[in-house]
C-alpha cells in the first residue's frame, strides 16, 4: 500500500522493485522520469514525506507508508509557485528532465525560501538536463522564491 | 482529412465544410518553394482548420524536440491569419508519405528549409477568405474591412464578425490566386515570446514521450544489443531470464535478444539474466588504434575539398609558418529520454508511437520489416526526450516492431541507459592536420587543412571522394585567406556514426577556430582584429563578431587569472560568434561568462532563439570539456552518466 499524492494505492509488486516502474509502469504516472537508473541524472525526484529523493534508487518497500508526492500531485491546476515560475521563463525545451528539475526546486524552496545562485547551483545541479535549460532553472527559481514570499 | 479530392488553383486547396462547419485549408508545402507545379495529384501538407466554435487549428507535420516548432511554425500561420493567437490550437500530425511535406526534423530545416513562405501564404489566403466572406454578407467592398485578432472589422459602419461566425460562409469563398503577404513590418505577433504550447504540459507531467505511451494490454520490453560492433547473437539461454518475476517471453530479433515482461524493470532485470553467445564481429579496436588509423591517413593526399590560390607554394616560402594537429572524438547523443518505441503489429495493420525525428522513415521501415503496405502503418509521433539528430535513426524502431510481431501483442521497446550509450550512432571522429602562415604584415596568407574523418554510416557508409559531411564548416570556411587548401581522408571504421548536433561543423568549427587564434598568436595580433580583417566581405559575419566582442568588453581589462577567447561560425544560416571568458583552475577550466552574438534572420521567437543559443552554448561546452566516447575491443567502454557526459 502506498500512499501517492494524497491518495492510497495497491500494488502487487515484488518489494525490491524501484518506486520509479512502480509510478510509471503498475500506477500510471509517467511524469516522473527514467534517465540513468544510477542515481546521475535526477529525471526520476519525487518527494517523500516532503523531501527530494530519487526515486530509482528507492524500493517500494521503502516508500510504504510515507507520502509519495509526484510531479502529477504538486498541484491541481498548475498552480504550485515553482510550475507558474517554469511558465513564466518558459523554461523547457525538449520537457523529458523538466518534472525531475521541479520536484528538485520545490523540495530546494520548502527548505530554503530565497536561496542564492549558489545553493541553487548546487541544489539543482543533481538534475542533468542536456538541452542546457540550466539558465532559465536559475532564474525560475529565483522568481518562484519571489512569488512564494510575496 | 482524407477525403482531399480537388484542386483548387495553384497550390491551395479548400475542403469546403467540415464536421460541425467550419473551413479547411491544406497548402503545399515544397521543400524549395517552385514557380509551378508539375501536373498530377496534388498533396496538401499543412492543414489550418478554422472551426465554427471559432478555434484554429494548425496541423505541425515536423517534430518536437525542444527547438520549439510546435509554437513557431503555428505563429507564422496565425501572423498572416491574423488569428487570436489564444483561439490557436495545435495537433501533431501522424506520419505521412506526402501529405505534410517532408517531416524529417533535422539540419535546421523547419523553418528555413520551406515552411516559411508556404505557411504565411496559407495564412493569408485563409483570412482573405474570412474578408471576402465579411464582405460578401454585409454588401461593402473588400478593400473597407480588416482583419484584427480572430475577427474582421468595418470600420465604415463599426459591424464585426468574428472568424467563427464566419468560418462556414469563408469555405464557400474562392482560394485566392495570390495573397497579400504582411510586409515584416506589420507583424504583430511573429518577434514577440507568446508563452511556449508544450510548457504547461511539461510542467505538469502531462507530456507524453515516447516512453511514456500507454496502449492497452501493452507489454514492455527491452532489447540486448551485442556489445562489439557487428556482432549477432550465436546462441542464448533464456532461463533464468525467464525465472525473473514478471518477465513473461525472451525473443530473438535482428537487432539482438529481447526481454518482454510485465514491467519495464522486470524486462531489464531479466536482460542482466540473459546468458548470450556473442558471435565475434571481427570489429576489435581500440581507440588508439582508430586514432593512429586516422593519423597515418592524413600522411597521404586526400581528395581535395577547398584549393584557393596556392597553399603549397605560399606555404614552403613563408617565414612565419605553424603546424598543429587536432583530434577530436567520437561523441554519444545521450538523449535525456533513452531510445524507445510502442508498436503493434496485426496481420493486417501495425500501430506505432515514436520519439522520432523521423516519421516517415519509421513509416517506410515499419512497412518494409512488417510486409504491411505503407497505408496500412500508423505512425503517432510523440514528444521527443532530445533528438539531435540521433532520433533521424529507426534502429530502436525496428527492435519495437519485430517484438511485438513476435509476440503477436503491442510492446513497449525502452531500452536501458546502458544499451543506449553503445549503441549510438556517434558523432564521427576525425584527425585534422593544419599548417599555416602569416606574411609580414601579419595577415593570414595561407592556410592548408586536411582532415581524417569518419564518414557517417548511417548514411549507409561506402562512397569516395569528399564526405560532406565531414568538410562542413572547414572547407566552406568564411575567411578570406589567399591561399586556401583542404582536402580529405576516408577512414573505414565499423563504429557506427550518425548526425550529431550541427553535424561536421561541430568538431570542424572548433579546429578552424583554435587554429585561426594560433595563427593569430603568431602573428601577433588580436584575435577578433585578424579575423575581422579576413571578413571584408561578409559584413553580417563581421557583425555578429563585432557585437559580441562589444558586449563582451573586448579590449578592456580582464579579472585577474582570466582571459578573453573569440570565435565564429557559420552553419546553417546561422550566423554566431561568442566570446568566453575562462580561467585555469588547477589544470581545469573554468567558463566564467559566455558572449553570444546571433545573427539567423527573421526571428519568429526571440524566447525560443535565446533558449536555443544558450542550451547549445552548454552543449558545445559539455562536448568541449568533457564529451568522449573511448572504444575498447570494438566496443564502447561508456555505459552511463557516470563516465560519460
Given at each position: 500500500?502506498?500512499?501517492v ?29 527514467y ?26 518497500a ?88 510575496r | ?43 496538401p ?112 459602419s ?39 504550447v ?16 500507454r ?50 524493470w ?63 572524438p ?15 503489429v ?7 508511437w ?82 599555416g ?121 580582464v ?66 570539456l ?14 552511463n ?5
Amino acid at each position: 500500500t502506498l500512499r501517492v499524492n494524497g491518495t492510497t494505492r495497491r500494488v502487487d509488486v515484488e518489494p525490491d522493485t524501484p518506486l520509479l516502474w512502480v509510478l510509471r509502469d503498475h500506477l500510471g504516472l509517467t511524469g516522473t522520469k527514467y534517465g540513468c537508473g544510477i542515481a546521475e541524472c535526477g529525471a526520476c525526484t519525487v518527494h517523500l514525506d516532503g523531501e527530494a529523493e530519487l526515486s530509482c534508487q528507492l524500493s517500494v518497500a521503502r516508500a510504504a507508508g510515507r507520502e509519495i508526492t509526484t510531479i502529477e500531485g504538486l498541484s491541481e491546476d498548475l498552480s504550485h509557485p515553482v510550475q507558474q515560475a517554469w511558465i513564466a521563463e518558459d523554461v523547457p525545451q525538449c520537457g523529458y528532465c523538466q518534472s525531475g528539475q521541479i520536484m528538485t526546486a520545490a523540495a530546494l524552496l520548502s527548505q530554503n525560501p530565497a536561496p542564492g545562485d549558489d545553493e541553487i547551483d548546487r541544489a539543482m545541479s543533481a538534475v542533468l538536463c542536456r538541452c542546457g535549460t540550466y539558465q532559465r532553472i536559475r532564474q525560475a527559481v529565483h522568481r518562484a522564491a519571489r512569488e512564494a514570499a510575496r | 482529412m482524407s477525403a482531399i479530392t480537388k484542386v483548387d488553383r495553384r497550390e491551395f486547396l479548400k475542403l469546403g465544410a467540415v464536421a460541425g462547419g467550419g473551413l479547411i485549408l491544406g497548402v503545399y508545402l515544397p521543400e524549395a518553394r517552385p514557380t509551378t507545379h508539375a501536373a498530377g495529384p496534388f498533396q496538401p501538407n499543412a492543414f489550418i482548420r478554422i472551426d465554427s466554435d471559432g478555434a484554429v487549428t494548425i496541423w505541425v507535420g515536423r517534430v518536437e524536440m525542444g527547438q520549439g516548432v510546435r509554437t513557431a511554425l503555428p505563429m507564422i500561420v496565425a501572423e498572416e491569419l491574423d488569428a487570436d493567437w489564444a483561439s490557436v490550437r495545435v495537433v501533431q500530425a501522424d506520419a505521412h508519405p506526402t501529405k505534410y511535406g517532408r517531416q524529417g526534423t533535422y539540419g535546421s530545416t523547419s523553418v528555413r528549409g520551406g515552411a516559411w513562405l508556404p505557411l504565411r501564404t496559407a495564412g493569408a489566403s485563409a483570412r482573405e477568405m474570412l474578408l471576402a466572406a465579411a464582405a460578401a454578407r454585409w454588401d461593402v467592398g473588400v478593400s473597407d474591412c480588416r482583419t484584427e485578432s480572430g475577427r474582421v472589422v468595418h470600420d465604415g459602419s463599426g459591424r464585426e464578425l468574428s472568424y467563427a461566425e464566419l468560418a462556414d460562409e469563408a469555405a464557400e469563398q474562392p482560394v485566392p490566386e495570390d495573397p497579400h503577404l504582411k510586409d515584416p513590418s506589420e507583424f504583430r505577433l511573429i518577434g514577440t515570446r507568446p508563452s511556449l504550447v508544450d510548457t504547461p504540459l511539461h510542467v505538469s507531467g502531462r507530456s507524453t514521450f515516447g516512453i511514456d505511451v500507454r496502449v492497452p494490454d501493452m507489454l514492455h520490453a527491452t532489447v540486448v544489443h551485442c556489445p562489439a560492433f557487428g556482432g549477432s547473437v550465436e546462441r542464448f539461454d533464456a532461463a533464468a531470464a525467464r525465472g525473473v518475476s514478471g518477465v513473461l517471453d525472451v525473443v530473438e530479433i535482428s537487432g539482438g535478444v529481447a526481454v518482454v515482461a510485465q514491467s519495464t524493470w522486470a524486462a531489464f532485470q531479466g536482460a542482466e539474466a540473459l546468458d548470450i553467445t556473442w558471435s565475434r564481429s571481427g570489429f576489435s579496436m581500440s581507440s588508439a588504434e582508430i586514432a593512429a588509423d586516422l593519423e597515418r591517413l592524413t600522411e597521404s593526399e586526400g581528395a581535395i575539398a577547398r584549393d584557393d590560390g596556392d597553399a603549397q607554394t605560399a606555404l614552403a616560402q613563408a617565414t612565419r609558418r605553424i603546424e598543429a594537429t587536432y583530434e577530436a572524438p567520437y561523441l554519444a547523443h545521450a538523449t535525456m529520454e533513452p531510445m524507445n518505441c510502442t508498436a503493434d503489429v496485426r496481420p493486417d495493420r501495425c500501430e506505432v508511437w515514436a520519439p522520432t525525428q523521423n516519421p516517415q522513415g519509421t513509416q517506410a521501415a515499419t512497412a518494409r520489416i512488417t510486409g504491411l503496405p505503407v497505408e496500412s502503418v500508423t505512425v503517432h509521433v510523440t514528444y521527443l526526450g532530445c533528438g539531435w539528430g540521433r532520433r533521424s535513426s529507426t534502429d530502436f524502431v525496428q527492435d519495437a516492431v519485430e517484438t511485438s510481431m513476435k509476440v503477436g501483442k503491442p510492446v513497449q521497446v525502452v531500452w536501458t541507459r546502458e544499451e543506449d550509450m553503445q549503441h549510438d550512432f556517434y558523432r564521427p571522429t576525425a584527425c585534422h592536420r593544419l599548417e599555416g602562415a602569416v606574411d609580414t604584415r601579419g595577415r593570414a596568407s595561407a592556410l592548408r587543412l586536411r582532415i581524417a574523418c569518419t564518414p557517417i554510416s548511417v548514411r549507409g557508409g561506402g562512397g569516395s571522394g569528399v564526405d560532406r559531411n565531414s568538410v562542413n564548416g572547414a572547407a566552406d570556411m568564411a575567411y578570406d585567406i589567399p591561399n586556401l587548401f583542404v582536402d580529405y581522408c576516408r577512414p573505414d571504421i565499423a563504429v557506427p556514426t550518425g548526425y550529431w548536433r550541427s553535424v561536421g561543423a561541430s568538431q570542424n568549427t572548433f579546429i578552424v577556430e583554435s587554429f585561426i587564434d594560433e595563427l593569430a598568436h603568431l602573428a601577433g595580433r588580436d584575435p577578433v582584429e585578424f579575423r575581422l580583417e579576413m571578413l571584408g566581405h561578409r559584413p553580417r559575419l563581421r557583425h555578429v563578431l563585432e557585437l559580441a566582442a562589444e558586449e563582451s568588453g573586448w579590449g578592456t581589462p580582464v579579472t585577474a587569472g582570466r582571459a578573453r577567447g573569440a570565435a565564429l561560425v557559420e552553419n546553417k544560416g546561422g550566423l554566431v560568434a561568442q566570446v568566453a571568458e575562462v580561467s585555469l583552475e588547477d589544470s581545469r577550466v573554468r567558463v566564467h561568462r559566455v558572449t553570444c552574438g546571433a545573427d539567423c534572420g527573421q526571428i519568429i521567437h526571440p524566447g525560443i532563439a535565446e533558449a536555443q543559443m544558450t542550451g547549445s552554448i552548454v552543449c558545445g561546452l559539455t562536448a568541449a570539456l568533457y564529451g568522449e566516447i573511448t572504444i575498447a575491443a570494438g566496443r564502447v567502454r561508456q555505459g552511463n552518466f557516470d563516465d560519460y557526459r
